[in-house]
């Protein structure tokens, strides 16, 4: 498993950083920014990046921006702009002053287009999207000059501005770095940075026609904001030379410099928003925050805290090269969380009836239980106990099999925080079902333990016979193969796990779990941990996610 920072020393970004305080670049400031565009919800690849840019910034008293990168109308959003706030802060990160728009820039990086026509490094360009491509080239296939690179700086000037007022259709030009046709990084080979894109923007409405590329606009912002240290994941190693070419040419004194760390891969998940967008807008998922979806506020609706997803991203920690976490990295991150904070509870998800005979009638008391064994500041509640009872229906076996220490005919157990019940006989309706437990209680073992002495092996969860019903979700890893998109010759889709989510309609709850409040958490006892559901769970009318379970039986069940 992965160790913490304070174990491994150093990573390479935090090296970077000091050696640049040390040797006064930037003049010793950490300027750091996180650049989401709003095309989607974020996920938990984007709460690795929150962590390291806000807490980069954070550990060396600099300064990290929020930055909205809004430079495609098409697929962007205002909702998409209030989600990533949203679970920024719920992260613990705060932006203060600086949430920034690259269309807050948009009057700027359209002066710094003309500059470079006018430097002579960018020109109109008349093919097509197609046509670029082609001449573009690969890595094998060199590229070849378009015929419309030799156009004047006044005729490039005259184009950009008409396509600037809307003068053209989308697609008929597009404004290009030019660069070299010659490189054999296919980047540098004269790269689009404006293009005609006659749709409404969720900020600017339709004052713009035109709309700078990521490459263009991105290193720029930073440029304008002061950034020191652009931190991004490493798929943008191979564009790092034409970040540094377009500031190069437009910058002068201080500037940005761009780093690179390994992207989040994790197991039984994907990672791309494209693909996360493709399951809900095909309804495989109920929505952006389907609990079983690894969004950030899928996590938060599951029960996920912003210490886990914080200590997950501890755990891992940066590096330089690729490498596949596994899923129970997370899932130790939130248990390690709730096994500390959640109050215990208890409830029954496929109750038996049981009938403590000699139990009197009508009565009931009220048994003190300890809300966590080891925080004794998180107080006790009270629990009745009553003639009828309800158990697991897992916990009884008529016919126990060897290693069975639950609940049989004849065998003692101890109910939590209760009793010692034996059973005495069993009820079963006339399709040979069991339908209940007759069984007796020592009322010497209140609490739990006998003054004879005598040791039970098995103790049971129970909830009495006036608990309430619950709906309960119980939720699995989404997909049911390590690398979902791996398989170039399946869709990842046909991966889905069919037993992702379970839902239980008429489990028994403690009565007081009735009224649970959205988002409470609990460590439901010899279940797992569990949270109410934000959006469908009520006073009253309480449903319940399965966050994670106890331990990870994942592998143990597929090796069955």
Not at 21 to 50: C, D, M, S
Not at 321 to 347: F, Q, Y
Not at 525 to 543: H, I, M, Q, T, W
Request: aromatic share 10%.
């Amino acid at each position: 498993m992965t160790t913490t920072n304070e174990t491994q020393g150093l990573n390479f970004l935090q090296e970077v950083i000091e050696e640049d305080q040390r040797t006064g670049k930037h003049g010793g400031r950490v300027h750091t920014r996180f650049p989401p565009e709003p095309n989607g919800y974020l996920h938990i690849g984007h709460a690795k990046a929150i962590a390291v840019n806000f807490g980069l910034a954070g550990q060396y008293g600099g300064k990290c921006n929020l930055r909205l990168d809004d430079t495609n109308p098409l697929t962007e959003d205002t909702d998409y702009v209030e989600s990533i706030q949203r679970d920024v802060r719920w992260l613990g990160f705060d932006w203060d002053d600086r949430r920034f728009f690259a269309s807050d820039y948009f009057d700027r990086l359209y002066a710094f287009a003309e500059q470079l026509i006018t430097q002579g490094k960018a020109y109109v360009c008349s093919l097509s999207a197609e046509e670029i491509s082609q001449y573009r080239g690969d890595f094998t296939t060199p590229g070849r000059d378009s015929p419309y690179r030799t156009r004047t700086v006044e005729e490039n000037l005259d184009l950009f501005r008409r396509m600037k007022a809307g003068e053209f259709p989308d697609g008929k030009h597009t404004l290009r770095a030019k660069i070299d046709m010659t490189s054999p990084n296919p980047v540098l080979r004269d790269p689009p940075i404006y293009r005609i894109r006659k749709a409404h923007h969720h900020r600017t409405g339709d004052t713009w026609c035109i709309y700078p590329l990521y490459d263009f606009a991105h290193c720029l912002s930073d440029a304008i904001e002061g950034i020191t240290h652009s931190v991004c994941t490493l798929e943008f190693e191979n564009r790092r030379v034409l970040y540094d070419w377009i500031v190069d040419a437009l910058i002068k004194g201080d500037r940005p410099y761009q780093y690179e760390f390994a992207r989040l891969n994790l197991t039984y998940a994907v990672m791309s928003k494209r693909k996360l967008l493709q399951m809900v807008t095909e309804k495989l998922v109920s929505g952006w925050d389907d609990p079983r979806m690894l969004t950030i506020s899928g996590l938060r609706r599951r029960g996920y805290t912003p210490a886990s997803l914080r200590d997950f991203a501890k755990r891992i920690g940066v590096s330089k090269s690729d490498s596949l976490i596994d899923m129970g990295v997370l899932e130790l991150s939130i248990r390690d969380d709730l096994n500390e904070t959640a109050p215990r509870a208890m409830a029954v998800l496929r109750p038996l009836k049981v009938v403590v005979e000699n139990y009197p009638e009508g009565q009931t008391e009220e048994l003190e239980v300890a809300n966590h064994p080891k925080k004794a500041e998180l107080g006790t509640r009270k629990v009745p106990f009553m003639r009828e009872l309800y158990i697991e229906a897992d916990d009884f076996q008529e016919v126990p099999e060897k290693g069975f220490f639950r609940l049989a005919p004849g065998k003692e157990v101890r109910l939590r925080s209760a009793y010692f019940i034996k059973c005495e006989q069993v009820i079963k309706d006339a399709a040979g079902h069991i339908t209940e437990l007759r069984c007796t209680y020592d009322p010497a073992t209140r609490g739990g333990d006998s003054p004879d002495g005598r040791k039970v092996k098995g103790t049971l969860h129970w909830v009495p016979g006036n608990a309430p019903t619950a709906q309960v979700r119980l939720y699995d890893r989404l997909f049911s193969v390590e690398q979902p998109d791996r398989d170039k010759e399946k869709d990842f889709k046909a991966f889905l796990n069919p037993n992702s989510l379970e839902v239980v309609s008429d489990a028994r709850v403690e009565p007081a779990l009735a009224q649970a409040h959205p988002g409470d958490r609990f460590q439901f006892e010899r279940l797992g941990y569990f949270c109410a559901d934000a959006n469908d769970s009520k006073p009253g009318a309480p449903v319940f996610n399965r966050t994670v379970t106890l331990k990870d039986s994942w592998v143990k069940e597929q090796k069955k």
